[in-house]
């Protein structure tokens, strides 16, 4: 495996925890960290700056140099982790207005809080799904009554 290769695969680990976890948007690392820039705090920003502008300078140079490549992929592992610490964290947050029942979210464990901030993800969804449907059930409704009104039905 060459050293573009190796970049590629650490780059598309970052873009998909990027997407998934934080909802980023964009074609390469530089517009997806732009995207959510204020999610993020400063010293992970950095980091993510710094192995974009590696990953460039990386695949410009054809040569392969073993210490910089390592390195590439130290900081990608040490963003990864970051990247997943902060996404706990924020499932935490949203977890800490859910009823628990009395249980502060710090003596939960991961798949726990996974579970709770799927669960509660699945219900906004729901919720929203309902309220549209309902909203459009409205509009028709009364479309129809002031139709019947118009043509002196009602």
């Known amino acids: 495996m060459d050293v573009n290769e190796t970049i590629q695969i650490y780059l598309r680990k970052l873009n998909n925890q990027l997407d998934s976890d934080f909802a980023a948007q964009g074609d390469d690392l530089a517009t997806r960290i732009g995207s959510i820039r204020s999610l993020l705090p400063d010293a992970l920003l950095t980091l993510l700056r710094d192995i974009d502008t590696r990953a460039t300078q990386l695949s410009l140079s054809p040569r392969e140099d073993s210490a910089s ?74 479309g129809l009554l002031i139709l019947g009104l118009v043509l002196g039905v009602v």
Do not use: W, Y
């Open 69 to 142: 490549l390592a390195d590439f992929i130290f900081r990608c592992g040490l963003a990864s982790e970051q990247l997943e610490t902060l996404r706990q964290n924020r499932a935490a947050e949203s977890v800490a207005a859910f009823q628990t029942n009395g249980l502060p979210p710090a003596e939960f464990e991961k798949p726990e809080l996974d579970a709770i901030a799927h669960f509660i993800a699945v219900r906004d969804r729901l919720l929203r799904k309902v309220a549209d449907f309902t909203l459009k059930a409205m509009l028709i409704l009364l």
